[in-house]
Nanobody, 121 residues
Framework: QVQLVESGGGLVQAGGSLRLSCAASGRTFSMYAMGWFRQAPGKEREFVAA????????YYADSVKGRFTISRDNAKKTVYLQMNSLKPEDTAVYYC??????????????WGQGTQVTVSS
């Protein structure tokens, strides 16, 4: 099973940008579709974006479509989330996770520690 470490979070003003990274260990990273999820204080964890094993299929939550871009580099065993035009409502802890398949975006396995994103107004 792949182990995941998220990084790149921080404090940014509304309208700013951040790039999150999720580094995976193990030799099987390219076998997994990957997703980003987030959890705001007092709320359930929610889906943000996902990318298929090859990177050929990409999915976004409506709330981030047009502002966020997910990508992956299988050689580096890393998945990225470029976040532009950030809004205060994007404030959350962001997690990456393997998802069940290229078409079933439910996460499985253990969660990493996440990375905090705070957007000030």
């Amino acid at each position: 099973q792949v182990q995941l470490v998220e990084s790149g979070g921080g404090l940014v003003q509304a309208g700013g940008s951040l790039r999150l990274s999720c580094a995976a260990s193990g030799r099987t990273f390219s076998m997994y579709a990957m997703g980003w999820f987030r959890q705001a204080p007092g709320k359930e964890r929610e889906f943000v974006a996902a990318i298929s094993r090859s990177g050929g299929s990409i999915y976004y939550a409506d709330s981030v479509k047009g502002r966020f871009t997910i990508s992956r580099d299988n050689a580096k065993k890393t998945v990225y989330l470029q976040m532009n035009s950030l809004k205060p409502e994007d404030t959350a802890v962001y997690y990456c996770a393997a998802v069940n398949s290229d078409y079933d975006l439910r996460p499985f396995g253990s969660w990493g520690q996440g990375t905090q994103v705070t957007v000030s107004s």
